[in-house]
């Protein structure tokens, strides 16, 4: 059990099963991009240490770019995404792959690939370590995830309670 802020949480993914899945998701990338060289697009902040953790991983050519998106403010949504740092990379006719920390309500997936698409991308595919499958809302469900996991709020391993909690090694739920 921790404390952060004003909320308990409990332990709810250790590192060892992070780490296990993510190099099970590095090999299903490297196996469908083995032979091409793709864009990776990391959404910040709360996927920095998955995607750290992933890209050293693949063994495929890949550059690597950062985009900043806001969709949540505490618990909530804002009911829109908030482009605090733009995409800053030429992308028609690349393969991409975009990578977030956690798919829930899918606002923020879908304006990101909304956007890539009218950037006509040759290809993209979204890779979350988390998905929220009873939450989603959006249109595409990501190809490459990690773990598929009941709607609960969790912190740890990059994701934050009021930007606190992000470098937990482990990934803790809101205790009910």
């Not at 993914?13 to 032979?35: C, F, G, H, P, W």
């Not at 998955?50 to 806001?70: G, T, Y």
């Not at 920390?101 to 290809?123: A, E, F």
């Given at each position: 059990?921790?404390?952060?802020?004003?909320?308990?949480?409990?332990?709810?993914?250790?590192?060892?099963?992070?780490?296990?899945?993510?190099?099970?998701?590095?090999?299903?990338?490297?196996?469908?991009?083995?032979?091409?060289?793709?864009?990776?697009?990391?959404?910040?902040?709360?996927?920095?240490?998955?995607?750290?953790?992933?890209?050293?991983?693949?063994?495929?050519?890949?550059?690597?770019?950062?985009?900043?998106?806001?969709?949540?403010?505490?618990?909530?949504?804002?009911?829109?995404?908030?482009?605090?740092?733009?995409?800053?990379?030429?992308?028609?006719?690349?393969?991409v792959v975009v990578i977030?920390?956690?798919?829930?309500?899918?606002?923020?997936?879908?304006?990101?690939?909304?956007?890539?698409?009218?950037?006509?991308?040759?290809?993209?595919?979204?890779?979350?370590?988390?998905?929220?499958?009873?939450?989603?809302?959006?249109?595409?469900?990501?190809?490459?995830?990690?773990?598929?996991?009941?709607?609960?709020?969790?912190?740890?391993?990059?994701?934050?309670?009021?930007?606190?909690?992000?470098?937990?090694?482990?990934?803790?739920?809101?205790?009910?």
């Open positions: 059990m921790i404390q952060i802020n004003d909320k308990q949480f409990e332990l709810f993914l250790t590192k060892e099963q992070i780490q296990d899945k993510v190099s099970k998701v590095a090999a299903r990338l490297n196996d469908d991009y083995a032979d091409k060289s793709v864009l990776v697009i990391v959404i910040l902040n709360g996927s920095f240490m998955f995607a750290s953790d992933l890209i050293k991983q693949l063994k495929f050519d890949n550059e690597v770019s950062f985009v900043k998106l806001q969709s949540y403010n505490d618990f909530s949504s804002l009911g829109n995404v908030l482009e605090l740092i733009g995409l800053n990379t030429d992308v028609e006719g690349k393969d977030d920390d956690i798919v829930d309500t899918g606002i923020t997936i879908n304006s990101m690939l909304h956007k890539l698409h009218k950037k006509n991308v040759g290809s993209v595919n979204v890779c979350s370590l988390l998905f929220k499958p009873d939450a989603f809302k959006g249109d595409e469900v990501p190809k490459y995830v990690g773990f598929s996991i009941p709607n609960k709020f969790v912190v740890g391993y990059g994701m934050d309670y009021n930007q606190k909690g992000r470098s937990l090694t482990e990934i803790y739920k809101l205790k009910d």
